[in-house]
């Protein structure tokens, strides 16, 4: 293992209560971190409770997905994720712009175009002149992000997980999802196929642990066809600390938990609870053969 290699314990916990039993409940969460890069799942594994045994796929984007259907009455579910990630330290490239008639017929267009909660606003146009000119260079991308950071309040609550672009700006305050849905808003009009990444952050300088919620940023798109993590909450590139989960044009591609259920209940705002550890290689080994050894479990429950 090389010494810029960073081993993570991650603990994710999203529980849901609902006002009265309801049954059945259908569910998705896309909760098991990509294996992409430098970043390994070296262990994973998904409870909860009520149990159920998870069926997974894979997405359009690549994206790992549990399909869990509980069919007891519950008025309260949880989902419970152990993982153990490694990663490695972000290589620093310099992205170049693409040209447009070359993007134009390639894939990464989509990623270019309007999404459900990234539309086409003049604002966006607005503040990329304001800020950078006619400039659409990395170095525009890394000052967007920069004033995003400097321009806009995080305040938790300031917005919901249904807001729009239109509420921060007005606001002036939100959270990393909006950071995020304005800064690709930006990019895209600006010729940069970008896309929306969520994940966590892990413990930075001096800290092994931190606990928290989930985090977003971007990931930009040069024209040699390689991706670059962006982080405007933070106001730059990303780094080790950045652990991907999920990879979509917007949020609504990556939502960590998407369901609905049966009954006449008013379900709460989720609770989220997320912890992440710096670990040792030595511990991390232990805990990829015991996922291994449960993987295989997994798989004889589903065949039954």
Known sequence: MGADLVTYAVSHRTTLRYSEPVAPSYNEVRMRPRDRGTQRTLAFALMTSPPAVPRTRVDYFANYVHRIDVGTPHTTLVFAVEAVVENGMVRRRRALPWDPGVLERDPR????????????????????????????????????????????????????????????????????????????????????????????????????????????WAEVCGADGRWTGIDPTHGGLISVEHLRLAVGRDYSDVAPHRGLFFGAAVADQPEVTVRVNIIEPRIAEVAARGSALGWQQQQQQQRR
């Open 109 to 216: 267009l989509e990623y270019a175009l309007p999404s459900p909660r990234v539309p086409a606003i003049s604002a966006a146009a607005a503040l990329w002149q304001r800020w950078c000119g006619d400039d659409r260079s990395m170095d525009a991308l890394l000052e967007v992000a920069a004033a995003i950071q400097r321009e806009f309040r995080y305040v938790t609550g300031a917005t919901t997980v249904d807001s729009g672009i239109d509420e921060l700006l007005s606001g002036g305050a939100g959270v990393c999802q909006d950071f995020t849905h304005l800064f690709i808003a930006m990019a895209r009009r600006a010729g940069w196929p970008t896309r929306y990444v969520s994940g966590y952050l892990g413990p930075a300088g001096e800290e092994t642990s931190v606990e928290g919620v989930s985090h977003a």
